[in-house]
């Protein structure tokens, strides 16, 4: 998104989020306000409104993702890749500010809503180019294979991301050890159709 007019103050977009995740701790996600936010963190509402179009944009920038998504590493391989993928999933979901304001954001993030399609726009997408990425250096390095059999994003993403919020908020499994659980099953899974080492016209079996 453009910006227009002085360049925004970094201390001010840090003060929006820490007042964010404080306030999310302290009232949960449903007691949340936009006016709260503004006076914990000194500034105008409209400095809120220049950075964040929504109270569901601001909560899961604070809680789960910033304005940038990390650099996700290369391990090597791709269990290690996807191992390091659940690994970031865990630790933003497991954050008190997280844990407050995860089911309350789905809930007001509809299939069909226009606030739906905005949040995938604007968050999911970028998470969708990392896993292409991470796809794709498998591809190079033969543990998959090249497209079209080669898996797509949004079903890695998913197979990353469901059993996660699936074991934290469901069955409320502790987190200790799911990354390297999960990680290397995902990676199973995706590779167990073909062999890394089949030629990629392979046919039958």
Do not use: C
């Amino acid at each position: 998104m453009a910006t227009t007019g002085r360049p925004r103050d970094a201390r001010v977009d840090a003060a929006i989020l820490d007042a964010t995740r404080e306030l999310l701790a302290r009232d949960g996600y449903a007691g949340l306000t936009m006016d709260a936010v503004a006076v914990r963190a000194g500034i105008g509402k409209a400095a809120i409104y220049r950075r964040h179009a929504s109270k569901q944009e601001m909560v899961f920038a604070a809680a789960i993702y910033g304005p940038e998504l990390p650099v996700r590493p290369d391990t090597g391989s791709l269990a290690g890749d996807l191992t390091a993928l659940v690994r970031e999933i865990v630790g933003h979901l497991t954050s008190p500010a997280a844990s407050a304001a995860v089911l309350g954001l789905l809930a007001d993030l509809g299939p069909d809503s226009d606030l739906g399609a905005r949040f995938r726009e604007r968050f999911v997408s970028r998470e969708l180019v990392d896993v292409e990425s991470l796809l794709d250096r498998a591809v190079a390095r033969g543990e998959l294979p090249p497209p079209p059999s080669r898996p797509d994003a949004s079903t890695v993403h998913a197979l990353a991301t469901g059993p996660v919020f699936a074991l934290l908020y469901l069955q409320h499994t502790p987190p200790d050890g799911l990354p390297e659980r999960l990680g290397p099953m995902v990676a199973a899974a995706l590779t167990a159709t073909r062999s890394p080492s089949d030629p990629p016209d392979a046919s039958g079996g």
